[in-house]
């Protein structure tokens, strides 16, 4: 019984907030994490008096995906929509899936006015990330993993693990569905899950998964703070003055950066990119414009930065 006295305490802490008759979304995948706590939101919900309503995607990527997606939904306590998706891949079929994925979440937010979409990821999960953050040599943003609250996504089972979430689906009499993606090896993360993170605990012992998770959550605090300092500078001062920024720790630096590209309409940035750009203030020789993404060029002229 402890696993799900554990679940229902992490959901009631992320409901509490809430009131009543607020609409409130859980994203069902049909497995152990996502059926646990559909039951759960409905249990706890109810107590606050919130509507809880599931929201299943179907990706339609597999035969039979719309059968699959009517047999998660057949077995809810709650009431569940279906979702289809047109996946278009762009960067791979993992990354294009979980784009369309939260797309559709997003639109299904707006159109049942709902204040919050919980998401069931585990402790696990974020263990999963951050590595994968690390192997991608990702900076701190990344590495600190996935955040337990993010606009409308609401994550409570970051402290929950997958074990707990499949004991808890035995006591509900639930039955998770494996999605075939899970188990194939071409996926950076499966192969993360299912091969690095079991070498690792037999190598260095258990408690992998905790550290990990540590260090996530260590990072958020340094990354939140430096993202903070980032936007109080930007706000006071846009001109992109070389000196003004040489004062700035490059941490800071970089993200003021950021900030002001993503304000001129570059969508996606990579490091590499950003130190280019960056080495217009810092190891200035003369250089060219740098060209980035959607025909942004960044220039620097009469010690300012000019973006075009």
Request: charged letters at 25%.
């Amino acid at each position: 019984m402890d696993s799900l006295v554990a679940l229902r305490s992490a959901v009631r802490a992320a409901l509490e907030k809430y009131s009543a008759g607020d609409v409130i979304l859980v994203a069902v995948s049909g497995g152990a994490d996502s059926l646990a706590l559909s039951e759960v939101a409905k249990i706890e919900g109810e107590k606050l008096a919130l509507k809880v309503i599931g929201v299943t995607i179907d990706h339609q990527l597999q035969s039979g995906s719309a059968a699959q997606a009517e047999k998660v939904v057949s077995q809810l306590s709650i009431p569940c929509l279906i979702e289809k998706v047109e996946v278009e891949i762009t960067d791979g079929l993992e990354a294009s899936a979980r784009r369309a994925r939260y797309e559709a979440l997003v639109k299904c937010a707006k159109k049942n006015n709902a204040v919050a979409v919980l998401l069931g990821h585990t402790k696990d999960d974020q263990a999963e990330t951050v590595l994968l953050g690390l192997a991608r040599g990702s900076g701190a943003r990344s590495l600190a993993g996935m955040s337990e609250v993010n606009g409308i996504y609401i994550r409570p089972f970051l402290g929950i693990t997958r074990d707990e979430t499949v004991a808890a689906c035995k006591e509900l009499n639930l039955q998770p569905w494996n999605d075939p993606h899970n188990e194939d090896s071409s996926f950076s993360r499966v192969r993360v899950r299912k091969n690095v993170l079991p070498m690792m605990e037999s190598e260095l012992g258990p408690g992998i998964k905790d550290a990990l998770v540590r260090s996530a959550d260590l990072l958020r605090d340094d990354a939140d703070a430096l993202d903070a300092l980032a936007q109080d500078f930007w706000a006071k001062d846009k001109s992109l003055d070389v000196e003004a920024l040489l004062k700035l720790p490059k941490a800071v630096r970089t993200r003021v950066l950021r900030l002001a590209l993503f304000e001129s309409g570059v969508s996606q940035l990579s490091a590499e990119q950003v130190g280019r750009v960056e080495a217009l203030i810092s190891n200035w020789k003369g250089q060219g414009e740098v060209s980035l993404p959607s025909g942004v060029k960044v220039s620097r002229i009469s010690g300012r930065l000019t973006l075009s």
